[in-house]
Structure formats: C-alpha cells, structure tokens
C-alpha cells in the first residue's frame, strides 16, 4: 500500500488548508492512520492519529481545536482539516499508518507518505 499527501499550499494566517492522505488499497486493515509534521530545524511531531474500529482521535495539544482528523474508508483517504491557522504550523506534513497495536512508537509506523507543504504567512 502506498501513500499519497496533497493539499498543502500557502496561506495567511487564520486560514484554512484540508490535507488529504489517499492510499492506493484498503486502509481498513491500518490500526492507526495519523499526520505529522516537520518544520525546518526541528524535529518531525505528530499532529493527529484515527485509529481504527472506534475512530478514536488523538490530537497534539498545539492543534487541538483548529485540527480536525477523518476518514473515508470508502475512498482509501484520510483527511486533516487545518482551521485558524498560525505561522507555528508552517511545516511538511506527512501522513503514517502502522497496523502495528496501538501504542506503536511513530518511528516504527510502516507506510508514510511524501509530504506535502504547508506554509502560513502572518
């Protein structure tokens, strides 16, 4: 399975950008699909995680409120809706699934997309 981000792009801030994570199989069988990111110097964060089954969400506490997690188990695709956005969340974004247990350590997430930028000018 491969993973495929898109919808970054340039905006100012309080702006919104939707990211969208399209796998090329079934995502039924991830655990856990998740957003993270890495801006330029510092080390890559996670954003937001679903997992599978209860569609529990996690959220860093830096977007909660603004961040919105999904998934459409129809069309292989997970979603990150990026509302209210601020300077600090300029970054690359970069989508993750594991079907690992949930607890798995990111760094041993199997599948990751290319990432896609997202720049927020104040």
């Known amino acids: 399975v491969q993973l495929q981000a898109s919808g970054g792009g340039s905006v100012q801030t309080g702006g919104s950008l939707r990211l969208s994570c399209a796998a090329s199989g079934s995502i039924t069988s991830f655990t856990i699909m998740s957003w993270h990111r890495q801006a330029p110097g510092k080390e890559r964060e996670g954003v937001a995680s679903?997992?599978?089954?209860?569609?529990?969400?996690y959220y860093a506490d830096s977007v909660k409120g603004r961040f919105t997690i999904a998934r459409d188990r129809r069309k292989h695709t997970v979603f990150l809706q990026m509302n209210s956005l601020k300077p600090e969340d300029t970054a690359v974004y970069y989508c993750?699934?594991?079907?690992?247990?949930?607890?798995?350590?990111?760094?041993?997430?199997?599948?990751w997309g290319q990432g896609t930028q997202v720049t927020v000018s104040s």
């Open positions: 679903i997992t599978s089954g209860d569609d529990k969400t």
């Open positions: 993750a699934a594991t079907r690992a247990h949930v607890g798995t350590s990111e760094d041993e997430y199997e599948y």
